[in-house]
């Protein structure tokens, strides 16, 4: 199985983690899944951008991304080449590196 390396993040998890993923999986599901709650505003529907995550190793491996997916990045706070809406981009059979940004353009938390 793919792991994901989940770089530390002060409030989501400090001491960083090490999850495996299923193949085919979102990066969100296997977050959630481990208990790393990565916001989601837009119940997976690629309609927000709160589950935006850097892929910091691995990139290419992942699902390609959809226009709408493109699209909706161009608003998310910290874009960087290698960023992806963490609830479309699938797990291949590779290991990938990510970081949770520590802001997103929410304003308040539902928790």
Same mark, same amino acid.
């Given at each position: 199985?793919? /792991?994901?390396?989940?770089?530390?993040?002060? !409030?989501?998890?400090?001491?960083? &983690?090490?999850?495996? *993923? /299923?193949?085919?999986?979102?990066?969100? #599901? &296997? %977050?959630?899944?481990? =208990?790393?709650? @990565?916001?989601? *505003?837009? !119940? +997976?529907?690629? &309609?927000?951008?709160?589950?935006?995550? @850097?892929?910091?190793?691995?990139?290419?491996?992942?699902?390609?991304?959809? !226009?709408?997916? =493109? #699209?909706? $990045? #161009? /608003? *998310?706070?910290? $874009?960087?080449? =290698?960023?992806?809406?963490?609830?479309? %981009? /699938?797990?291949? #059979? !590779? =290991?990938?590196?990510?970081?949770?940004?520590?802001?997103?353009?929410?304003? &308040? +938390?539902? +928790?």
């Amino acid at each position: 199985m793919p /792991k994901i390396v989940f770089l530390p993040h002060p !409030e989501l998890c400090p001491e960083g &983690a090490i999850v495996e *993923a /299923k193949q085919g999986e979102t990066i969100l #599901d &296997a %977050a959630l899944r481990n =208990d790393i709650e @990565i916001e989601h *505003a837009c !119940e +997976k529907s690629c &309609a927000c951008t709160t589950c935006h995550c @850097i892929v910091r190793e691995g990139f290419e491996s992942l699902s390609e991304s959809s !226009e709408l997916e =493109d #699209d909706m $990045l #161009d /608003k *998310a706070w910290g $874009l960087e080449v =290698d960023s992806r809406l963490s609830c479309q %981009a /699938k797990i291949s #059979d !590779e =290991d990938i590196v990510v970081e949770i940004p520590r802001y997103t353009i929410n304003h &308040a +938390k539902e +928790k």
